[in-house]
């Protein structure tokens, strides 16, 4: 882990390393996200080429923020690592990652889909688990399931 910390060091990105996490996890801010992916992904002592899922969580209540995490993945070095970004409820957006990473176009999707997190520049952002016209992100705390949809009515 320290070659991968001194590496992001001298690329003069800021990021705050989380302790006592599997796999190691670093945190950052939304506006490096874009080049702070693309040094994982083009610096050779790095390299890590595969992004394997990107999730988010509500953390609702007083932080009311939502956090997206990106798991990436180093194929010739076997290294995992975490990356985290702490958006606001209220307007969460973040860079796409589609232009460096073609796994990151479902997996934004997905994000976009259940939490509301706007992914900028994705070439294709729709909701891919829930149907087009679906009211609200299921998996925020504050959602409000529906009582119908297209008249039927939906039971829980």
């Not at 176009?105 to 679906?134: K, Q, S, Y």
């Not at 609200?136 to 039927?152: A, F, N, S, V």
């Given at each position: 882990?320290?070659?991968?910390?001194?590496?992001?060091?001298?690329?003069?990105?800021?990021?705050?390393?989380?302790?006592?996490?599997?796999?190691?996890?670093?945190?950052?801010?939304?506006?490096?996200?874009?080049?702070?992916?693309?040094?994982?992904?083009?610096?050779?002592?790095?390299?890590?080429?595969?992004?394997?899922?990107?999730?988010?969580?509500?953390?609702?209540?007083?932080?009311?923020?939502?956090?997206?995490?990106?798991?990436?993945?180093?194929?010739p070095f076997?290294?995992?690592?975490?990356?985290?970004?702490?958006?606001?409820?209220?307007?969460?957006?973040?860079?796409?990652?589609?232009?460096?990473?073609?796994?990151?176009?479902?997996?934004?999707?997905?994000?976009?889909?259940?939490?509301?997190?706007?992914?900028?520049?994705h070439p294709?952002?729709?909701?891919?688990?829930?149907?087009?016209?679906?009211?609200?992100?299921?998996?925020?705390?504050?959602?409000?399931?529906?009582?119908?949809?297209?008249?039927?009515?939906?039971?829980?």
């Amino acid at each position: 882990m320290e070659n991968i910390e001194s590496a992001i060091r001298a690329s003069g990105i800021e990021f705050t390393r989380v302790e006592s996490t599997s796999p190691p996890t670093l945190l950052i801010e939304n506006d490096d996200l874009g080049s702070f992916a693309e040094l994982l992904k083009t610096d050779g002592a790095l390299y890590f080429d595969h992004l394997a899922n990107i999730t988010g969580i509500d953390n609702g209540g007083e932080k009311n923020t939502i956090e997206v995490i990106y798991h990436f993945y180093s194929i010739p070095f076997n290294q995992l690592l975490a990356v985290k970004i702490v958006l606001p409820r209220e307007k969460p957006e973040v860079e796409s990652l589609c232009g460096l990473y073609k796994s990151a176009n479902w997996f934004e999707r997905e994000v976009f889909d259940m939490f509301g997190v706007v992914f900028t520049n994705h070439p294709d952002l729709r909701r891919i688990l829930m149907p087009a016209d679906w009211e609200g992100y299921p998996l925020r705390k504050d959602y409000q399931h529906q009582e119908t949809y297209r008249d039927i009515q939906v039971k829980y």
